[in-house]
């Protein structure tokens, strides 16, 4: 295939660094802003998603010798995900740096034969940022006065260690699996065996570790300590450097309550991102793993007849921001706008639904003291000319609602204003999720789905009362429960999960 001159195509090439996602350049995030596809790969962090929302998203993972899809098939995919339509933008997201040892070179290659215009965004390259974040400086004035990178890969054959000799550092990417065999070949090509050696895991991320020895004994250590892939590997005096100038574990104690957790937050993509910055402020590795998503309505000819004709409702139950979301969604379809609902009574579930319609213009006529469909439904006052309480809510919504307004004899009716639907995460979100140290709910649905996809041994922090029940119903038994329904509040009770996990 190639590009026909009209084409909008374009792939851009970007480094994502090496695992922290704040290592990822300016460049980078604006190629991910203004993408349609992301194709991203095993070592590229996918809190890194969060720059594209708008994106299709591809998971083209490869990792160590396991390879889920052959370098041939990422090339025919990128070039194919490019000529969609009239052409599309595609991001090749790339662990590290794109060129080096990343095979972005072929993947260029495949642009330019498909007449694909194309960029490329360097990235940090793990071979100068895991050793950095290790407190290993590759180069030092007094130790080290040049470096080389390697593969430690050798289904393509072995490097010329004998021309690696009056290096000072060696940088050896890739090589866990190989370690003891290339020590071996180092030593054998005339580098001491005494030599300072380190290995990192997880470089640069909050699950980094390390081990020192020397060249005869790394890769004994590395065995003994269960360190695998992915991995650095260092091997010259600078590494004597790793104990005094080892910064990132300090630093991760200084940067908040959650520094090294990992806490995996559910809500939809869209929802996701206020509360992961504030998982972030307190110093949290967050992973946004949507486990529902919103569609559209099944019964819209029904839905926007009751839109069009309010009369006889005396308030309109609004139970999440995305109820707010989509009834405007649907009034814009409809021609109409927020003076449509003028004389209607807007009552919101809670403080943060109650934001979402004052930044469309509307204040809530009534917000219960506590928030929560029972609450709504135990605490809206009855009018006295009677009308009908509409619902305005998904498929899936819960009775508490409904419960609540049949005791006290208030008419209650419910049109379903969108879907919720199960998504289901790729299967390395699915792999990372497992590992999360605690696990944010914001809806009952999110609960359902998690048990259903991962079962229920996690700790989870439950958005409120309501939310928590679910979740003890869907059969988690480690449940915290936030003292008010605020993303705060939330953050609040992942800590305190954490807290309980640690018996403290």
Known sequence: MTAP??????????????????????????????????????????????????????????KGFSEY??????????????????????VRLKGGDVFVFGRGGEEAEACVQAGIPFEVVPGVSSALAVPAYAGIPVTHRDLAQSFAVLTGNTRGGSAH???????????????????????????????????????????????QRSVTGTLATIADRVREAGLEAPAVTVVGEVVRLHDPLRWFQAAQGARGPLAGQTVAVT??????????????????????????????????????????DLSGVA?????????????????DALGLDARHLAGTRLAAVGPSTARSLAERGLRADFVPTVAGARHLGAQIPATPAGG??????????????????????????????????????DDLSMDRLRGAAVVTLASGSAARHLAALAGTDFRVAAMGEQTAEAAREAGFTRVTVAAVPTLDALADAAEAALRAGDGQ
Request: include cysteine.
């Open 161 to 207: 260690y004998g021309r690696l000799s009056g290096v000072d550092t060696l940088v050896l990417l890739m090589g866990v699996r190989n370690l003891e065999g290339i020590a071996t070949k180092l030593i054998d090509a005339g580098r001491a065996p005494e030599t300072p050696a380190a290995t990192i895991q997880w470089g640069t991320t909050p699950q």
């Open 267 to 308: 809500r939809t993509r869209v929802g996701a991102s206020d509360l992961s910055e504030r998982l972030r402020a307190r110093g949290a590795s967050v992973l946004e793993v949507p486990l529902i998503r919103f569609a559209p309505t099944s019964q819209p000819e029904a839905l926007h007849a009751r839109l069009r």
């Open 69 to 90: 899809i052959r370098q041939e098939q990422i090339n025919d995919l990128l070039v194919r995900k490019a000529l969609e339509g009239c052409g599309r933008r595609v």
């Open 5 to 62: 001159a009209s084409s909008r195509a374009f792939v851009s090439l970007v480094g994502a660094g090496p695992g922290d996602a704040g290592l990822l350049t300016l460049r980078g995030r604006e190629a991910l802003e203004q993408a349609d596809v992301v194709l991203f790969d095993y070592l590229a962090n996918p809190d890194l998603l969060r720059f594209a929302p708008q994106a299709e998203t591809i998971y083209v993972g490869k």
């Open 388 to 425: 009908t309480l509409l619902h305005l809510t998904s498929q899936l919504a819960e009775d508490h609602l409904e419960r609540a307004l049949d005791a006290r004899g208030l008419p209650y009716g419910r049109a379903e204003l969108y879907r919720t639907e199960p998504a289901r995460p």
């Open 315 to 331: 308030w309109l139950l609004l139970t999440s921001n995305q109820a707010v979301a989509a009834l405007f969604e649907h009034l």
